[in-house]
């Protein structure tokens, strides 16, 4: 991978065909001076948090499931454009520093049959949770269709549960994952009937040529297309002392 100047990700973010979805290199980190100018030249918003450009995130315990920022925003009036994802301290040691994970949600399609895309493009995804006390005005319950419409392309929207069969409950209409402390259902679909179509759907990601997976480094940042991507992380082993920053930036789409 090549070392990345704020001219890459200015030039990733200002191609409006899209064409690549996913820019991953190497970086200093970089200061809020440099992030505020990647949102001027790109003619984006910084999405803040707390007065703060970007979340730091230190320390984490569990799998972060397959899904897009914003998905429970009202309206999905605050879903970001853009994510930089900065690696900033990562172990050395595989237990505790995890696979990073990305997904094409465009391209992806093309691996799920016709029945399973025509199925889903008429069917919503049903979530129930408590919600996020640091973010009261984002609802605890929603839904939306997982098949939808971006720029004229098909892409899939969704928050995935976990494979592991562990770390979700199957429930009367639903499946509760205890990663997130949510319930994921689809529309029509008992729980357990909607779990084998979740399994259906991780299986084939799993082995898609639309997943990029890497172990994270020190120095490596990631830019991702929030409009057209699922980001996720497995489990570690260990309690991971990685320190991630995240900036979310929006762009209106034309």
Not at 8 to 31: E, H, R, T
Not at 180 to 189: F, S
Not at 200 to 218: D, G, V
Request: glycine fraction near 6%.
């Amino acid at each position: 991978m090549k070392s990345l100047a704020i001219d890459d990700v200015v030039n990733f973010m200002s191609d409006n065909s899209f064409s690549k979805k996913i820019l991953i290199g190497y970086s200093s980190p970089l200061q809020d001076f440099e992030l505020q100018e990647i949102g001027t030249k790109t003619g984006s918003e910084i999405f803040e948090y707390g007065g703060e450009l970007s979340v730091r995130f230190d320390s984490f315990t569990k799998e972060n499931e397959f899904h897009f920022d914003g998905i429970s925003s009202p309206n999905h009036s605050r879903v970001p454009s853009f994510l930089l994802f900065e690696f900033i301290q990562c172990s050395l040691d595989k237990n505790s520093n995890p696979i990073f994970k990305l997904l094409d949600c465009e391209l992806v399609l093309s691996d799920l049959d016709n029945h399973l895309k025509s199925f889903l493009a008429t069917r919503k995804i049903i979530i129930k949770g408590h919600g996020n006390p640091a973010m009261p005005e984002f609802p605890a319950d929603f839904s939306f269709y997982p098949i939808q419409e971006v720029c004229g392309r098909k892409v899939l929207r969704m928050h995935l549960p976990s494979a592991n069969p562990g770390l979700v409950e199957i429930r009367e209409d639903s499946v509760y994952s205890l990663n997130e402390n949510i319930e994921i259902g689809i529309e029509g679909l008992s729980g357990c009937d909607a779990y084998e179509l979740f399994q259906e759907l991780n299986k084939t990601i799993e082995r898609s040529a639309a997943l990029i997976k890497f172990r994270p480094e020190p120095g490596l940042l990631a830019v991702v297309n929030n409009n057209f991507c699922f980001h996720g992380r497995e489990a570690p082993k260990s309690v991971s002392s990685r320190i991630l920053r995240r900036t979310q930036y929006f762009k209106r789409l034309r």
